[in-house]
């Protein structure tokens, strides 16, 4: 059911403590971690802690707490310093998606081109 913690998930479980993560911030609804196969110098995770599949669920489901995340990537920019970044959500295995729970990408401390990829 969506918004319950799913047992097969990675981030599920490090919302619950049972797998680690260099966590840099945390709220009531949200916690962010550096990834661990960082793409830039910053690369932040942003996640809800109630887990959604992906945006486009958690947009539709839960949009304050779609608004948090987008509220924790401005905090985590700012604690890392950043003057510019990017924001990224895959949604779908087509777009990169490869953990089944929503998350944002806060990337930063380089130039990003564009078109990413």
């Given amino acids: 059911m969506a918004g319950e ?7 599920c479980k490090i919302v619950a403590g049972h797998v680690p993560a260099t966590v840099v911030r945390e709220t009531d609804t949200t916690v962010a971690f550096r990834d661990i196969n960082p793409q830039a110098p910053t690369h932040v995770l942003v996640i809800p802690k ?3 599949e992906d945006a486009a669920a958690l ?3 839960a949009p304050q707490l779609a ?3 987008l509220r924790e990537t401005r905090a985590v920019a700012d604690e890392e310093k950043l003057d510019s ?6 949604t779908g295995p087509g777009a990169g998606q490869t953990v089944w729970h929503a998350h ?3 990337l930063g401390g ?3 081109q564009w078109p990413p990829g």
């Avoid at 913690?5 to 981030?11: E, G, K």
């Avoid at 970044?85 to 895959?90: C, D, E, T």
């Fill in 67 to 69: 608004a948090d995340v």
């Fill in 110 to 112: 380089r130039g990003l």
């Fill in 50 to 52: 109630a887990h959604y």
């Fill in 5 to 11: 913690p799913q047992d097969d998930c990675l981030f």
């Fill in 85 to 90: 970044y990017r924001i990224v959500f895959n």
């Fill in 59 to 61: 947009a539709a489901g």
């Fill in 104 to 106: 944002a990408h806060v």
